[in-house]
Each structure stands twice: as C-alpha cells, then as structure tokens.
C-alpha cells in the first residue's frame, strides 16, 4: 500500500508541511504547534491535526498574532526555497489592514509649546555655564 500513499501525497499535502514551504512560520514544528493550536481553518473549516491535507484551491485563513492570512493554495511545495518560490505556493487573499484615518500614535498625547519641557543640550551646556560663573563669583 505504499504506492498508493505515494500517488496520494502527490495532489494532497500535509497542512504543516505546506505552511513551511510557504513561508508562513520558520519551522515546521511551529506549524504544527499553529495548527493544533487552531489557528488555522481550511475552507472555513477549523484545523487542529498537522496532518490535515490541502490541496490547490483550498482556501486557508490563518490567525498569526497580529494579523489573519487568507491564502489560497496553487500549488504544493516541494522545499523551502527563496521567498520567491514560496510566494508561487499560494495567492494572497488577505483583507487589507484597517485604514488608520490619519491616526499617528503621537495623537492621543497633549501638546505642549516650543521651549517648554526638558532643555535642548545647547541649552543645557548654558545652563551649566551659567551655574558655574555663579559658583566662581560667590566665593
């Protein structure tokens, strides 16, 4: 039966292995720990066994710490080559990130006026300058 796991393998891969191959996470072990982790849902569908197998047009939605991934898998892998390669495993379906509307992180902080606040160093070399002619005089 080894032949017909092999013919098996060739049109189905190993969620885990795919993940590695494409560049998602730096070691197949973390992809294993993403996908038990249930991280990862395939056509909608929640994943939680590395062995799960995708095929090309399967739809992938990945939960990563700050962002969600959908990819649509083209093809499988067979290494983990460059980026360039990697980025031929899948097409990138993702939701673009939520506009910011001009939100900086500064904003929520107060103004303040010019020259309030801690001394510029040109300001305060004077300051000592002046602090020691103060000190030479007194004595």
Same mark, same amino acid.
């Not at 710490?65 to 959908?70: C, G, P, Q, T």
């Not at 001009?102 to 606040?117: E, F, H, M, Q, V």
């Given at each position: 039966?080894?032949?017909? $796991? +092999? ?5 189905? #891969? ?12 730096? +070691?197949?072990?973390?992809?294993? *720990?993403?996908? +038990? ?10 994943? /939680? #066994? ?6 090309? @047009? ?27 390669? $990697?980025?031929?495993?899948?097409? /990138?379906?993702?939701?673009? =990130?939520?506009? *910011? !509307? @001009?939100?900086? $992180? ?12 801690? =001394? ?5 070399? #004077?300051?000592?300058?002046?602090? #020691?002619? /103060? !000190? /030479?005089? +007194?004595?």
């Amino acid at each position: 039966m080894v032949g017909s $796991a +092999s013919n098996h393998g060739s049109t189905r #891969q190993r969620i885990d292995k795919w993940l590695f191959f494409a560049r998602v996470v730096r +070691s197949r072990a973390l992809a294993a *720990k993403l996908v +038990s982790g249930g991280n990862v849902r395939s056509n909608k569908d929640k994943i /939680d #066994q590395p062995s799960h197998g995708v095929k090309p @047009g399967d739809v992938l939605t990945i939960t990563l710490d700050r962002r969600i991934l959908v990819y649509k898998v083209v093809s499988g892998g067979t290494r983990r080559g460059p980026a360039e390669e $990697a980025r031929t495993l899948y097409e /990138d379906i993702s939701p673009p =990130p939520p506009a *910011k !509307d @001009g939100i900086t $992180a500064l904003d929520g902080l107060p103004k303040r006026d010019a020259g309030s606040g801690r =001394p510029t160093k040109r300001e305060r070399r #004077q300051v000592d300058r002046l602090m #020691q002619s /103060d !000190d /030479d005089n +007194s004595g």
